[in-house]
């Protein structure tokens, strides 16, 4: 865990890779609630007999956003601001979904500060990359350049 003092102490850490989160395994369970929530059922993430003998592998696989949605979770375990007040998601700058993720696998998120800029009301907004890990394959499920801004 990295720990940064106050949100304009980030602007000292451009370019730094801040390392990995623990690994979490995606379930049947997990996917099943988020197809419920989203109201995205296609078979693909929710039929499991049908994967059997239609989708490579023969799993269900999560959904893209699923796997995008665990990036704020996953942060919590590589770095934390001490004098921060709040903290707001402002958007993707990219996103690609460059793997499907089976049912069962383990993911974990990987990190790297792009930029720390400035903003009105002493935020600094925060740019990282953002690379999701598949445990076990050379290719990420997910790499998006995700932006938020801290307040002090």
Do not use: C
């Not at 369970?29 to 007999?49: L, N, P, S």
């Not at 402002?90 to 500060?113: I, W």
């Amino acid at each position: 865990m990295r720990v940064i003092d106050t949100p304009k102490d980030m602007q000292n850490h451009l370019g730094e890779d801040f390392g990995a989160s623990e690994w979490v395994t995606i379930d049947q369970a997990t996917i099943d609630k988020f197809a419920e929530a989203t109201g995205d059922h296609q078979w693909i993430h929710v039929d499991v007999a049908r994967a059997k003998t239609e989708m490579p592998g023969g799993k269900t696989i999560a959904h893209g956003f699923l796997t995008l949605s665990l990036i704020p979770r996953l942060s919590a375990a590589i770095w934390k601001i001490e004098k921060r007040s709040r903290g707001l998601n402002y958007g993707l700058n990219k996103l690609r979904f460059t793997a499907p993720v089976p049912v069962g696998a383990r993911v974990r998120l990987r990190q790297k500060l792009l930029a720390a800029d400035e903003v009105k009301d002493q935020g600094i907004r925060l740019t990282f990359e953002n690379t999701i890990e598949i445990e076990g394959s050379t290719q990420p499920a997910l790499i998006a350049e995700g932006l938020s801004i801290a307040y002090p």
